[in-house]
């Protein structure tokens, strides 16, 4: 069966929702509000992302996305909303997600995106992109779609994106992902369309929202 690839152009910009710039992270004032929130004993998993983004940070960009890859994805257990927040649709901030040791695929995604502009990877070659993806039903009894959150990497503007994904931890092109479809994609300096759907404002405002807690807890 051939499936449609996962093609993400040039796309329109429909939205002006945040900096523009990467955030910088407050190192010091993150590890207060992650003790004051979480206690020592959660610390292990934030030391080690510490250290990931010291080692990654004197690689190059491939480097580091490999790197923030690999380690969100080795260390973070899929789960889903309603089982860690009592919510059916809740973003959590990066510290959350560590904190749990567990996230679905947008903790996933949102985690790997702040890490990235943390190592200076700048923000428009980063994008959040919701799909749609194709999953086969075991036993050979078809294949399924679910909505589904990756993070783009744009190595030059116009350039097929690697997409970091939970699902496939192969950093591949988005030509070479036959099983996504994108639906729209966004960063913290604006939201572009993609196929044609429009954007939901309750995406939008978790969005705003997950922007405004971050800030609060020190990803300036």
């Keep these: 069966m051939n499936r ?4 993400l152009p040039i796309l329109v910009l429909l939205a002006w929702i945040g900096a523009g710039s990467a955030f910088g992270l407050n190192l010091e004032r993150i590890q207060q ?5 979480f206690g020592q004993i959660s610390e292990i998993i934030f030391g080690e992302w510490r250290q990931m983004l010291s080692g990654a940070s004197h690689g190059g960009e491939r480097d580091k996305v490999e790197q923030v890859n690999d380690f969100f994805n080795r260390r973070i257990a899929f789960d889903d909303d309603f089982s860690l927040w009592g919510q059916r649709d809740y973003w959590a901030t990066p510290l959350e997600t560590m904190a749990q040791g567990r996230g ?3 903790d996933f995604s949102i985690a790997k995106y702040f890490s990235l502009l943390e190592l200076g990877v700048p923000v428009n070659k980063l994008r959040l992109v919701y799909v749609r993806a194709t999953q086969e039903i075991a036993g050979g009894g078809g294949s399924i779609q679910q909505a589904h959150m990756v993070l783009a990497y744009y ?4 350039a097929d994106p690697l997409v970091l994904d939970n699902l496939n931890k192969r950093i591949l092109p988005a030509s070479q992902r ?4 994108p639906v729209f994609s966004f960063n913290s300096a604006g939201l572009w369309q993609g196929t044609g759907n429009q954007a939901s404002r309750s995406n939008l405002s978790r969005w705003q929202d997950l922007l405004a807690r971050a800030r609060a807890e020190g990803f300036q």
């Excluded at 509000?33 to 929130?37: K, W």
């Excluded at 036959?178 to 479809?181: H, M, N, P, Q, V």
């Design 178 to 181: 036959y099983d996504l479809s």
């Design 104 to 106: 679905d695929c947008e």
């Design 4 to 7: 449609p690839r996962l093609r």
């Design 155 to 158: 190595p030059k503007p116009n």
């Design 33 to 37: 509000s992650f003790s004051a929130r």
